[in-house]
């Protein structure tokens, strides 16, 4: 069994999920998030998209909330010039973001999927 979902799980990272207009959402684990964004210092945009209750309960450092229900309408916020990093509590939010964008042509996506995946691998939370 612990190899089966270690598999699954090496798969998971790497998901890459194209759409109609090439465009594409990938999934990025915590580790891959930090390396290729906050070590490289590469600009990107990182949104986390619960409820303003629970970015308030705590989030990642540098983050902006705008909650998954109003991000089709906030898109003018959202700058289409640069990766953007969506996450929530435990990835089924973060997923819909991220399509909403990708149908809105954003072109570099990235799904970190739940901040419970953030805390387990050990990362602070502000």
């Known amino acids: 069994m612990k190899k089966i979902g270690l598999a699954f799980a090496l798969i998971v990272s790497s998901l890459v999920i194209i759409g109609c207009s090439g465009n594409t ?4 684990a915590p580790d891959a998030y930090i390396s290729q ?3 490289a210092e590469s ?7 619960r409820t303003p209750a629970e970015y308030a309960s ?18 003018a916020e959202i700058p289409t010039d640069m990766p953007v990093v969506v996450y929530c509590q435990s990835g ?8 909403i964008l990708m149908t809105n042509d954003y072109n570099q996506v990235y799904d970190l999927g739940g ?7 050990g990362y602070p939370i502000e």
């Open 115 to 121: 901040i419970a995946r953030w805390r387990s691998a």
């Open 43 to 49: 600009e990107h945009l990182l949104i986390d998209v």
């Open 58 to 75: 705590g989030h990642i450092a540098g983050s902006i909330n705008i909650p998954v229900d109003e991000i089709a309408n906030r898109l």
């Open 92 to 99: 089924n939010r973060s997923g819909r973001a991220a399509s």
């Open 37 to 39: 964004f906050v070590e």
């Open 25 to 28: 959402i990938e999934l990025i």
